[in-house]
């Protein structure tokens, strides 16, 4: 009897501090939520007012982060290499942030890729040549991405008649097509999901959930453009260029390309997650990975939504 009241006060004790983990990892995601929420609204709020130095260095970080993390996913540990990588990353954000122009880019790159190369020979103990390679692709590819943000942010500079209430509703749309489909499709995908999209890398996304996201995102961004038309008309400005109504007409078929972009970058960060044999890209955020499993998708739509921005009102 004593061995069975034993056993029970065990399992007893057991359930309770599962119950508490349990408990403390959702503690973990909500205050990594909020943190997330947080540097966004800051990020956001110095986009507004325009703070270059402010949203500038913020991106610049999140980007060298960003870099160091995608370079770890394939088990790169060098100090020198992830330093350098990141460095270049920090300093190609400053340089579009603070409009410095670098004469003959493609020189510098050519230097750059020696120096990786010559790092992989110097310390081939620690440096596989895949290191060298993704040191390369994240410290480049990863910074122009988030560099259209910038980018997006000064569309007067390709176009005159582009306000600044105008560069404002393009950057808040790049994100509201990554994180407005995610959570759309998430949500419908779990309701109504019966035929999966992709079984062999995210077993959980469905053909359901990707139309329900991909027109959640499109009804969202029509009427965040009708927020910004009508706070825009206060102060004698109109959004989207065109004073027609086709103007909304015109954001839902960008807002299904840039959706439709935003599942196949998450799609591609998770083909690369399972062919290293990672969950997370790291545990920056607890509940929620690192920066590039927040950003994954938002890296793909961000160039795709600058060029098409540049090819159709420049």
């Not at 596989?128 to 994240?138: E, L």
């Amino acid at each position: 009897m004593k061995g069975k009241a034993y056993f029970k006060s065990l399992v007893y004790i057991m359930s309770k501090s599962e119950g508490k983990k349990k408990f403390q990892f959702k503690g973990e995601r909500t205050k990594s939520t909020i943190i997330i929420i947080a540097v966004l609204v800051v990020f956001l709020a110095l986009v507004i007012i325009n703070f270059v130095p402010g949203y500038t260095f913020i991106l610049a970080a999140v980007s060298a982060i960003a870099t160091s993390e995608l370079i770890k996913a394939v088990g790169a540990k060098n100090k020198i290499l992830l330093a350098v990588s990141c460095a270049v990353s920090f300093f190609s954000i400053c340089a579009v942030g603070f409009k410095i122009e670098i004469p003959n880019v493609t020189v510098y790159l050519s230097f750059y890729v020696l120096f990786l190369l010559f790092l992989s020979v110097m310390f081939n103990k620690t440096i596989k040549y895949i290191d060298s390679v993704m040191a390369f692709f994240a410290s480049v590819a990863l910074p122009y991405a988030f560099s259209c943000i910038l980018r997006l942010n000064d569309l007067s500079s390709i176009n005159p008649h582009f306000t600044r209430w105008e560069e404002t509703f393009f950057v808040g749309i790049g994100f509201a097509c990554s994180w407005v489909t995610d959570s759309g499709a998430f949500i419908i995908g779990r309701k109504l999901g019966k035929h999966k999209m992709t079984p062999n890398i995210s077993p959980k996304k469905s053909v359901e959930g990707a139309i329900g996201g991909t027109v959640v995102a499109a009804i969202f961004n029509v009427v965040l453009m009708f927020i910004f038309q009508c706070i825009a008309k206060k102060y004698g400005h109109e959004v989207f260029i065109s004073a027609s109504n086709s103007k909304y007409l015109a954001i839902i078929p960008i807002s299904c390309v840039l959706s439709v972009v935003s599942m196949f970058g998450d799609l591609a960060a998770s083909v690369l997650k399972r062919n290293v044999g990672i969950k997370d890209y790291s545990n920056l955020l607890p509940g929620h990975g690192g920066i590039m499993d927040r950003f994954d998708s938002i890296v793909f739509v961000l160039p795709v939504l600058y060029g098409i921005s540049v090819l159709i009102f420049s």
